[in-house]
């Protein structure tokens, strides 16, 4: 086993994911990312996996090669996902299949296989990524926001089950930031979700490392199953 | 080719690194119980052991196995029962060489 912590964090090809990573990088970590396409940028100490979160046998070689790589697992970050703007009058469900397929199904995969390698050592760390679309009961986004609340039951019980293997696990909900997400969304819809923030503007990728700094201290073993929205919402 | 006395073994090494029942044999064999009331590992004792073993399987003899796949809950006798049977499910998983 090697010395050095390992992170893994989901969906690293741009935004969040890709911020987290670097940070993981800088504060020492050895980290591995993925995206279903290659990144268009590198890192001493990342590495990046072409795989579909989605995809269970592409989970299962990705954290079995974190395995082979350094025998031990301490952090994982769900942060991909996939998200969808539509009426519900006018969803497909092929839309909602591909929502749930990366938001739910992919969290619960990396989720169960970070545990398994986390479970060896008795120590883990697992964020999985929401969205305040949640507590705000955004029209329009109600597919993307019910794939986060399962998200967020999900991670709940998950942490009552791994408490005994030293694994936490928690959840940050990001308001809107300028991501790829961010850009498929109209411009009043962003403007009307930031003025139901009680923090009234756009949040910023060090919000989120900030959260999920607090949650995957050593120190925060006492915090698990709990759930961190930004800009001021909750349930 | 899988052995299934290796297959054993490794099940019964993993075992022993997953903490038992306090009223358990010390000594684990073929006919060792894994589930019921005279199951040697609580239900996360269990759940641990699994894990373990599919890890060891792909570290030790570079198979790579789900052990608790849907047919295997499914199945009228849990391949869970006992450690021989969980060796056999294994085989079975892995194409091994039966007893």
């Given at each position: 086993m090697t010395d050095r912590r390992v992170a893994l964090v989901t969906g690293t090809r741009t935004g969040i994911g890709r911020f987290l990573a670097e940070r993981f990088v800088q504060q020492g970590y050895s980290v591995h990312g993925c995206s279903r396409s290659a990144a268009a940028w590198s890192l001493e100490g990342y590495v990046h996996h072409e795989a579909d979160v989605s995809d269970e046998e592409a989970v299962r070689a990705m954290v079995g090669e974190i395995r082979r790589q350094h025998g031990?697992?301490?952090?994982?970050?769900?942060?991909?996902?996939?998200?969808?703007?539509?009426?519900?009058?006018?969803?497909?469900?092929?839309?909602?299949?591909?929502?749930?397929?990366?938001?739910?199904?992919g969290t619960f995969l990396v989720c169960r296989e970070a545990a398994k390698l986390m479970q060896r050592h008795r120590y883990g760390r697992i964020v999985n990524v929401s969205t305040v679309a949640v507590p705000a009961r955004l029209a329009g986004e109600a597919i993307y926001a019910a794939s986060k609340s399962a998200v967020t039951t999900f991670t709940q019980v998950m942490a009552r089950e791994v408490v005994e293997l030293g694994i936490t696990c928690n959840?940050?909900?990001?308001?809107?930031?300028?991501?790829?997400?961010?850009?498929?969304?109209?411009?009043?819809?962003?403007?009307?979700?930031?003025?139901?923030?009680?923090?009234?503007?756009?949040?910023?990728?060090?919000?989120?490392?900030?959260?999920?700094?607090?949650?995957?201290?050593?120190?925060?073993?006492?915090?698990?199953?709990?759930?961190?929205?930004?800009?001021?919402?909750?349930? | 080719m899988l052995e299934r006395?290796?297959?054993?073994?490794?099940?019964?090494?993993?075992?022993?690194?997953?903490?038992?029942?306090?009223?358990?044999?010390?000594?684990?064999?073929?006919?060792?119980?894994?589930?019921?009331?005279?199951?040697?590992?609580?239900?996360?004792?269990?759940?641990?052991?699994?894990?373990?073993?599919?890890?060891?399987?792909?570290?030790?003899?570079?198979?790579?196995?789900?052990?608790?796949?849907?047919?295997?809950?499914?199945?009228?006798?849990?391949?869970?029962?006992?450690?021989?049977?969980?060796?056999?499910?294994?085989?079975?998983?892995?194409?091994?060489?039966?007893?």
């Amino acid at each position: 086993m090697t010395d050095r912590r390992v992170a893994l964090v989901t969906g690293t090809r741009t935004g969040i994911g890709r911020f987290l990573a670097e940070r993981f990088v800088q504060q020492g970590y050895s980290v591995h990312g993925c995206s279903r396409s290659a990144a268009a940028w590198s890192l001493e100490g990342y590495v990046h996996h072409e795989a579909d979160v989605s995809d269970e046998e592409a989970v299962r070689a990705m954290v079995g090669e974190i395995r082979r790589q350094h025998g031990r697992l301490d952090v994982a970050v769900n942060n991909a996902g996939v998200a969808s703007m539509n009426h519900v009058l006018l969803t497909p469900g092929a839309t909602v299949d591909r929502v749930l397929a990366t938001n739910l199904r992919g969290t619960f995969l990396v989720c169960r296989e970070a545990a398994k390698l986390m479970q060896r050592h008795r120590y883990g760390r697992i964020v999985n990524v929401s969205t305040v679309a949640v507590p705000a009961r955004l029209a329009g986004e109600a597919i993307y926001a019910a794939s986060k609340s399962a998200v967020t039951t999900f991670t709940q019980v998950m942490a009552r089950e791994v408490v005994e293997l030293g694994i936490t696990c928690n959840v940050v909900g990001p308001g809107p930031i300028e991501t790829d997400l961010l850009r498929g969304v109209p411009e009043g819809k962003v403007r009307d979700l930031v003025d139901r923030l009680v923090v009234k503007r756009l949040g910023r990728f060090e919000d989120v490392a900030n959260v999920v700094d607090f949650f995957v201290r050593p120190e925060s073993d006492y915090i698990t199953g709990q759930v961190i929205y930004l800009g001021g919402l909750h349930d | 080719m899988l052995e299934r006395q290796q297959v054993a073994e490794l099940v019964i090494s993993s075992l022993e690194d997953v903490p038992r029942r306090p009223d358990a044999p010390p000594v684990l064999d073929e006919d060792t119980r894994l589930i019921g009331s005279a199951a040697v590992v609580d239900s996360m004792g269990l759940v641990t052991a699994i894990v373990e073993i599919e890890q060891r399987l792909q570290e030790e003899l570079g198979v790579t196995v789900m052990l608790a796949d849907e047919q295997a809950w499914s199945q009228r006798n849990s391949p869970f029962r006992t450690v021989g049977s969980l060796a056999d499910h294994i085989l079975q998983l892995a194409g091994g060489k039966p007893a």
